[in-house]
Nanobody, 122 residues
């Protein structure tokens, strides 16, 4: 059974950087046809797809976040990461990692982690 587990700092003080980890078990992040995604949900708002890293290592981003976010991976640890520089309180959200079936599109998400809360506050 595929499982994803997010981890992160909980509280970030602006303008520090945010770094999140998604640990994947029960399947490899290099398996063909899958992409590994980050999604967030700010308080009182809907889900926002941020970006993904595909099985071949290529990354895609929501255009408005392209200059601020970076998604990378460690294939030996079977983990992928989200980094965002100089965050503001607007980045406060529940952050999820998820798997997408790339054959149907980057937003066809079939497995999700439970989410990790990130609060950006001074």
């Amino acid at each position: 059974q595929l499982q994803l587990q997010e981890s992160g700092p909980g509280l970030v003080r602006p303008p520090q950087a945010l770094s999140l980890t998604c640990d994947v078990s029960g399947g490899s992040i290099t398996t063909t046809n899958y992409a590994w995604s980050w999604i967030r949900q700010p308080p009182g708002k809907g889900l926002e797809w941020m970006g993904a890293i595909v099985y071949d290592g290529h990354s895609y981003y929501k255009p408005s976040l392209r200059s601020r976010a970076s998604i990378t991976r460690d294939t030996y640890k079977n983990q992928f990461y989200l980094q965002s520089n100089a965050v503001t309180p607007g980045a406060t959200a529940l952050y999820y990692c998820a798997r997408a079936d790339y054959r149907y599109g980057l937003e066809f998400l079939d497995y999700w982690g439970q989410g990790t809360q990130v609060t950006v506050s001074s």
